[in-house]
């Protein structure tokens, strides 16, 4: 059950039997159903997981308008990483695409991980750097691409989980209608044809 987060931490510190037993203590494994929430907006965020298995969408509701921010899959970890660092309220909800199970810790154990563990503080800055990234390229990608590219982008960035996600969430995701990413679509496959 533990296997992948653990070759995970492994990339970055030799882990001890007593690092080992830590980690198994302080995240705790959960299931969630499909459309079921990790978190919903206005709900304290005291957690973060690990995701052993499914995939989870990130999303924010204005003006009755969702709008999806991004994705986590497989082997990466999920939280509203603002409010939990913050210690505050969540702004944006995040949701199970397909079944998930997860490995849930909570803040004071992530404060374990970088006090207890040898280079623990690196493991979450590693993580950190690697949400940061993927935000910042979502809202590059927001201001500076079209519509078109900014489903490459998503292709690109995505390619080995674009299938498991329904068209509507996509749409949602560079910011479009879905009959607008249908045209998109569309007039990509009749270049790809020519």
Known sequence: MYTELIK??????????QDLSLLKEIFVPKTLKKNEYFLVEGQKNDKAAF???????????????????????????VADFPSFVQRGLSKQYIQA?????????????????????????LIGRMVMEHRFVIMM???????????????NHFIEHYKNIA????????????????????????????????
Not at 51 to 77: H, M
């Open 51 to 77: 995701i052993r298995k499914g995939l989870v969408r990130y999303y924010v509701i204005k003006n009755e308008e969702y709008s999806t921010l991004e994705f986590s899959q497989e082997l990466e970890f």
């Open 137 to 151: 390229n979502q809202l590059l990608s927001i201001y500076m691409h079209s519509s078109e590219e900014r489903y």
């Open 8 to 17: 995970i931490f492994s990339q970055f510190t030799e882990l001890t039997e």
């Open 97 to 121: 695409i397909e079944d998930c199970e997860l490995l849930v810790t909570n803040y004071q154990g992530i404060q374990r991980i970088y006090n207890e563990i040898s280079n623990g503080n």
């Open 163 to 194: 299938q498991r996600i329904p068209q509507y969430l996509i749409a949602s995701y560079i910011g479009i209608k879905p009959e607008s990413l249908s045209r998109i679509r569309n007039r990509m496959a009749k270049k790809n044809k020519e």
